[in-house]
């Protein structure tokens, strides 16, 4: 498995580079996250069930979703195409 670095790119509604990268790392912390509080909700089964099983899910797809990308300026949130530059070139 070769390791690349997360992909960025300006968003494509409105141009802003105020763009963070929801990659990885970010489906990961939130499959932790949803693990742990839902061990917690483990007091009313089918809640911390769901919960729990729902947090592994995404910890597990965490390596296969990369390039989800959010603007901050419009909050439209894309998935990294590689060519979009030249997309938006070929507009302006
Ligand atoms: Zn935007």
Redesign the pocket.
Known sequence: MGKTNDLWQP?P????KKVTSMGRGFFFLLGLILTSISIWLLIIPPVGIVGIIAGVVFMAISPFMKGILQ?K??K?SWKYKEGIESELNSIN
């Open positions: 968003c509604r409105c141009g802003s603007c300026d419009c439209k």
